[in-house]
């Protein structure tokens, strides 16, 4: 029996992603899911594409759609996932790419049993500014309806704030350094209930940051005012580790499920991975820092 779908060209990167369970649907929620990569497009005949997938009742993905997106090879994906419900049969994405661009795009289904989808691109923009020959927007992951996080080879992660009062065309209103590592950075997760995410870096940095504090402290700059209560509503989260081996790669770092933790994956060149459980501290001053023995 088969059990896989084989791709048309190699894959980068892959995310889950639905539509809101359709009133006019009997068969309920579609699952779906959206698979990025390519071979090149120009130089190899295989297509760069973001590739949309339906689930059969056989467990076994067929392609219902897809996004080309030329000669740009697209390296990760994200799915928002708290888009609005009076738009039932929408999903919005963005990808990353091996261009430095970042780009949105909505996916419609055509019909209630989701049978095809059509697609728009909404905007796309530069999100990473490396100075090498090489951009690359590893990492994107929306915040909420109005924020898209991303992180790239100039190891800076960024928060872009959007305009989407057009449906059919975004538009970046502005955007925020959140980190800047030594390295690339290889990986953003958003924490399960806090407005937190932590992020990896190529030279094995880990950072957790409070992106609502950051929100609040820049919206309230150019207030003057030193009342307690916004003394503590501009503290925020910015804890990190750094590896002491110079040839240590964090590959990938998430938040266990009930967000206390924070997990590794730090790589040695030429050993083993190591996969490391850290503990996420809170002191005295509302500071946090990562312990690795808790």
């Given at each position: 029996m088969k059990?896989?779908?084989?791709?048309?060209a190699p894959a980068f990167d892959i995310h889950w992603i639905y539509f809101p369970n359709n009133q006019d649907s009997k068969d309920g929620d579609h699952r779906l899911a959206i698979v990025s990569g390519g071979g090149g497009s120009a130089k190899t005949g295989v297509l760069n594409m973001i590739d949309i997938m339906?689930?059969?009742?056989?467990?076994?993905?067929a392609s219902i759609g897809h996004i080309a997106t030329g000669n740009s090879t697209c390296i990760s994906v994200a799915?928002?996932?708290k888009y609005s419900k009076n738009n039932e049969n929408t999903a919005i994405i963005a990808g990353g790419f091996d261009n430095g661009n970042c780009a949105i795009y909505s996916i419609?289904?055509?019909?209630a049993k989701i049978s095809g989808v059509d697609t728009l691109k909404l905007c796309e923009f530069q999100a990473d500014f490396s100075e090498s020959d090489y951009k690359s927007v590893n990492c994107v992951e929306f915040f909420d309806q109005q924020h898209l996080i991303t992180g790239g080879e100039d190891g800076v992660v960024r928060l872009w704030k959007l305009d989407t009062s057009n449906r059919k065309e975004y538009k970046v209103k502005e955007k925020l350094e959140l980190v800047k590592s030594k390295g690339p950075i290889m990986s953003i997760h958003l924490h399960p209930s806090k407005p937190w995410v932590c992020c990896g870096a190529k030279d094995g940095s880990v950072y957790v940051i409070n992106i609502d504090s950051i929100i609040n402290k820049k919206n309230n700059s150019h207030k003057n005012n030193d009342n307690e209560k916004n003394k503590k509503d501009n503290q925020f989260v910015m804890c990190s580790h750094v590896s002491t081996a110079n040839s240590?790669?964090?590959r990938g770092a998430c938040f266990s499920n009930d967000g206390n933790h924070v997990i590794s994956i730090l790589c040695e060149k030429n050993k083993a991975s190591n996969l490391i459980k850290?503990?996420?501290?809170e002191g005295s001053d509302s500071t946090y820092s990562l312990d690795p023995h808790k």
């Open positions: 059990y896989y779908t084989q791709l048309k339906k689930l059969g009742e056989d467990n076994v993905f799915f928002l996932e419609k289904a055509k019909d240590t790669t964090c850290w503990k996420l501290l």
